[in-house]
Structures are given as C-alpha cells and as structure tokens.
C-alpha cells in the first residue's frame, strides 16, 4: 500500500475509506456483510452499487483468495409490497389477505 492509498474514498456514500476496510478485515471481517457491519459500507444512497465491487477485490487480495471466493451479498426486493396505510395504523398485519 503506498503512502496515500489508506486515505483513498471506496465508498462516496458513507466516506469509507480504504484504510478503513483495511482495518476491517484485519480486525476478522472477511465477507462483505461483515466488512460492512464494520463501517457502515454500501449502507448509503447507493446501498453499495458504487462500491461493492472494489471491497469485493480489497477482501480477495487481502486474503489472497479468488474474488469468486468472496461472498456477495444479494438484494431482495420486498416479498409482498405493503400499502403504506397498512404500516402507519399500528393494526395487525395480516400478510394472507393483503
């Protein structure tokens, strides 16, 4: 790592540095759930689409490990949308009959 590259910006979002993931995975964070536990990564407006990739390949060379080996975290998309109406009442929600 050279003199200035623990200051380099992986995540714009949250202003994450490479230090900082560094440090994570140091500190026993080897997946990207766990690096991101650590320092709020790809916890911003991009929910890590900017950065996911780069923390991805930090993870693998820093456990020289093939990046496939690195597991991705998945996106899920909400199982049944829920009216907004629904949540703000405070009534059981009954995901039967929505």
Not at 3 to 12: E, H, M, P, Y
Not at 35 to 46: E, I, K, S
Not at 70 to 79: C, D, G, I, K, N
Request: hydrophobic share 35%; glycine share 8%.
């Amino acid at each position: 790592m050279s003199c200035g590259d623990s200051d380099l910006l992986i995540c714009r979002c949250e202003e994450v540095t490479k230090g900082e993931v560094l440090q994570a995975i140091e500190g026993g964070a080897h997946t990207l759930w766990q690096v991101r536990r650590r320092t709020r990564l790809g916890m911003g407006t991009c929910q890590g689409r900017s950065c996911q990739r780069l923390v991805a390949r930090i993870i693998a060379d820093s456990l020289q490990a093939p990046i496939e080996t690195v597991l991705t975290p998945s996106y899920r998309a909400p199982f049944q949308p829920v009216p907004l109406e629904t949540l703000c009442s405070g009534e059981y929600l009954d995901l039967e009959n929505l």
